[in-house]
Antibody, heavy 121, light 111 residues
Framework: QVQLQESGPGLVKPSETLSLTCTVSGYSINSGYYWGWIRQPPGKGLEWVGSIYHSGSTFYNPSLKGRVTISADTSKNQFSLKVNSVTAADTAVYYC??????????????WGQGALVTVSS | QSVLTQPPSVSGAPGQRVIISCTGSSSNIGAGYDVHWYRQLPGTAPKPLIYGNTNRPSGVPDRFSGSKSGTSASLAITGLQAEDEADYYC???????????FGGGTKLTVL
């Protein structure tokens, strides 16, 4: 049973960089699937942030205007998210997810519990 | 404003059937992209409910079913139960925006 767990600072100052890490257990991220991030502002709906394929290819939401980087550390079975130049609009619960390859687009069959990141001075 | 439109809310009495619609366009659902559905209970992470338009993950009861036609998809819930009260989201891909897209979500209230 795959499990995902987000970790990182819960408070980030405006204009700085948001950094989160997702630790995966029960499955090697090297073995397949997409690994990604979905966020949810308080009281609002879900927004796809981006994902990384097990081969290393990355895909990002164009609306985030190049502020996002997703990378993987296979030795630690982790993948990470960085969002730079954050504003209050980036305040959200960030979920790390596993995306399947059998459908187009991926469906997200495993989710972390979520990490609330607040952007405030 | 999402490219996938869901009703903000639906409601039904216990035992009844409700349908949640997800309306898209020719650049997403109508282009043949798969539709997936998730259920989010208050304060928890979303969980998959339907994948690939009509398929249920292991453990999801057959009270939940998905369908897709043209530029729309639907989630049907039969035998409504109190624990079905949650937010429901559809998901697909939009080729014009080149992004994974979620519907705005539908809050289901069990009367």
């Amino acid at each position: 049973q795959v499990q995902l767990q987000e970790s990182g600072p819960g408070l980030v100052k405006p204009s700085e960089t948001l950094s989160l890490t997702c630790t995966v257990s029960g499955y090697s991220i090297n073995s397949g699937y997409y690994w990604g991030w979905i966020r949810q502002p308080p009281g609002k709906g879900l927004e796809w942030v981006g994902s990384i394929y097990h081969s290393g290819s990355t895909f990002y939401n164009p609306s985030l205007k190049g502020r996002v980087t997703i990378s993987a550390d296979t030795s630690k079975n982790q993948f990470s998210l960085k969002v730079n130049s954050v504003t209050a609009a980036d305040t959200a619960v960030y979920y790390c997810v596993r995306g399947t390859v059998a459908t187009n687009p991926s469906s997200y069959d495993s989710w972390g519990q979520g990490a609330l990141v607040t952007v405030s001075s | 404003q999402s490219v996938l439109t869901q009703p903000p809310s639906v409601s039904g009495a216990p035992g009844q059937r409700v349908i949640i619609s997800c309306t898209g366009s020719s650049s997403n659902i109508g282009a043949g992209y798969d539709v997936h559905w998730y259920r989010q209970l208050p304060g928890t992470a979303p969980k998959p409910l339907i994948y690939g338009n009509t398929n249920r993950p292991s453990g999801v009861p057959d009270r939940f079913s998905g369908s897709k036609s043209g530029t729309s998809a639907s989630l049907a819930i039969t035998g409504l139960q109190a624990e079905d009260e949650a937010d429901y989201y559809c998901q697909s891909y939009d080729s014009s925006l080149t992004t994974v897209a979620f519907g705005g979500g539908t809050k289901l209230t069990v009367l």
